[in-house]
C-alpha cells in the first residue's frame, strides 16, 4: 500500500453522495421507456384538460415504480398549469382523511383544519376548487395496500375519487396506483372494482444487464474515479439479482464506500462489499416485510418462530390468533410463499398422506428483526 492509497482525515470516496440516497430521482433512468410511454399515455389526456385514464403500476419492490411516477409527475408539473399533481404515500397516509389532507395541502398550501371535520368536507372542497379554477386533479396513491389495513379506506377514498364526476359534473380527477402485487387490491369492493378498470402497467424484475447499467451511472455521479472495481461491481450485481431490487444495489454501494471510508482506504475492498451485504440483505427483507398486511405478517412470524410447521398446526395456531378462515390462510400461505419467504412442501410421509410442511426461507431472526421493526 503507498500513500497515496490512504485517505486523508477530511477526504472522501464521494463525489455526491445525494445520488446513492434511496429517494434520489435519476436524470438517467433506463429500461423503463414501455412503462413511462403507456403512463404518458394514460395521463396525457389531463393537459388538454380532459379526463385521465386511470393506471396501476405493479411489479415487486426496487424496479422503479414510484420513480417513474415522480419524473412523469414532475414533468406534468413543469409544463402544464392545469394539472395539479399529488403523489400519497399510503404507508404514511394510511387514512381517508390523511389521504384528502395531503391532497388538500398540496392545492392550498396549508392543512386542513383537523379538529372534528369529516373527510366529505375536505374532499368538497378540492372538488371546489378544481371545478372554479378548471384544473385537472393527478393523484398517484403509492403503496395502495397500505390503505386497506385499517378497514374501509381503501374503498372510500377510491370511490370518492373515481365517482367524483357523476357527483360533481366538470371535476376531472385521474388515480394511479402503484402495488407490488394485484393481490394488494384484496380489500377492494364490488362497488369500487366495476369503476376501477385501471391501465395494468407491469413493472418486471431488472435483469443483469439493467442492473449493471444503472449502477454503473451511479457509480459515476456518486464516486470518485476507480472508487470500485468492475469485478466488485459484478459482485454487486449478482446480490441484486437474487432479489431484483435495485434499492439494495444502491444501499450497498453506499454502505462498501463507508466501509473503505472507515479502513481509511481511497478503493472499495472484497471484504467492503461483503460486510456491507449483512446490512444490505436486510433493507430488502425488512422493506418487503414492511408492506406486508397484518394477518400476513402474523403468519410469517408463527412460521418464522418455529422454523418448520405443519401446515395443519399452523392454521390452528393462525386462526386463534386471527380468528380468520382457512380460505384466507391458504391464500396468505400462497402469497408468502410467492414472495419467496416460505417454502410449502409436500411430504409423501405420514400415514394419512401428504402433509404440506411449512418453512421460513431467511433465518428466524432476520424475519423476527424485521417484524419488530415495521
Ligand atoms: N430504471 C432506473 N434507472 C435508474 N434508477 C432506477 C431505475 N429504477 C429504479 N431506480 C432506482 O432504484 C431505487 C428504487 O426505485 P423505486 O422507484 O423506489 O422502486 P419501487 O417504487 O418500485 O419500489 C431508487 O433509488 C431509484 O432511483
Ligand atoms: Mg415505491
Known amino acids: 500500500m503507498t500513500d497515496n492509497d490512504i485517505l486523508l482525515w477530511d477526504e472522501t470516496l464521494f463525489k455526491d453522495l445525494s445520488v ?11 429500461h423503463r421507456d414501455s412503462q413511462l410511454d403507456a403512463l404518458k399515455f ?12 386511470n393506471c396501476l403500476l405493479v411489479g415487486p419492490p426496487g424496479t422503479g415504480k414510484t420513480s417513474a411516477v415522480m419524473k412523469i409527475f414532475k414533468e406534468v408539473e413543469a409544463h402544464a398549469p ?11 397516509d394510511s387514512t381517508r382523511f390523511a389521504v384528502i389532507s395531503r391532497i388538500y395541502r398540496k392545492i392550498f398550501g396549508i392543512s386542513p383544519p383537523n379538529s372534528g371535520i369529516a373527510f366529505r ?43 367524483a364526476h357523476e357527483q360533481y359534473p366538470g371535476v376531472k380527477i ?48 456518486g464516486f470518485y474515479p476507480k472508487v470500485i472495481s468492475d469485478e466488485l461491481l459484478k459482485l454487486v450485481v449478482s446480490y441484486v439479482e437474487k432479489t431484483g431490487d435495485l434499492r439494495i444495489g444502491i444501499d450497498l454501494l453506499k454502505r462498501s464506500g463507508f466501509n473503505a471510508e472507515r479502513r481509511g482506504n481511497r478503493t472499495i475492498s472484497y471484504e467492503d462489499v461483503e460486510k456491507a451485504y449483512e446490512a444490505s ?28 410447521i405443519h401446515a395443519g398446526e399452523l392454521y390452528k395456531s393462525f386462526h386463534e390468533l386471527t380468528h380468520l378462515g382457512y380460505t384466507r390462510f391458504y391464500g396468505i400461505v400462497n402469497r408468502l410463499q410467492m414472495l419467496n419467504y416460505v417454502d410449502a412442501d409436500f411430504s409423501g410421509k ?25
Open 281 to 308: 440483505k436486510l433493507l430488502h427483507l425488512c422493506r418487503g416485510i414492511s408492506l406486508l398486511s397484518y394477518p400476513e405478517k402474523r403468519l410469517l412470524e408463527l412460521i418464522a418462530r418455529k422454523g418448520e
Open 82 to 92: 392545469n394539472v395539479v399533481v399529488v403523489k400519497v404515500n399510503c404507508q404514511i
Open 350 to 374: 405420514g400415514q394419512r398422506g401428504r402433509t404440506r410442511i411449512i418453512k421460513t426461507k431467511y433465518e428466524t431472526e432476520d424475519i423476527l428483526n424485521c417484524l419488530e421493526r415495521s
Open 121 to 163: 368536507k375536505i374532499f368538497e372542497k378540492v372538488v371546489n376548487f378544481l371545478i372554479s379554477s378548471e384544473k385537472v386533479l393527478l393523484v398517484a396513491l403509492d403503496d395502495l395496500n397500505y390503505l386497506c389495513y385499517e378497514g374501509g379506506h381503501t374503498n372510500e377514498v377510491m370511490y370518492s375519487l373515481l365517482r
Open 174 to 221: 385521474g388515480i394511479t396506483g402503484i402495488v407490488n402485487d394485484t393481490s394488494d387490491l384484496y380489500c377492494i369492493d364490488s362497488r369500487v372494482n366495476s369503476i376501477f378498470l385501471p391501465e395494468e402497467i407491469p413493472f418486471p424484475k431488472y435483469e443483469n444487464a439493467e442492473i449493471l447499467d444503472i449502477l454503473k451511472d451511479r457509480i459515476k455521479y
Open 42 to 53: 394514460a395521463l396525457k389526456p389531463a393537459l388538454r384538460s380532459v379526463r385521465p385514464l
Open 20 to 30: 446513492l440516497e434511496p429517494d434520489y430521482l435519476p436524470e438517467y433512468f433506463p
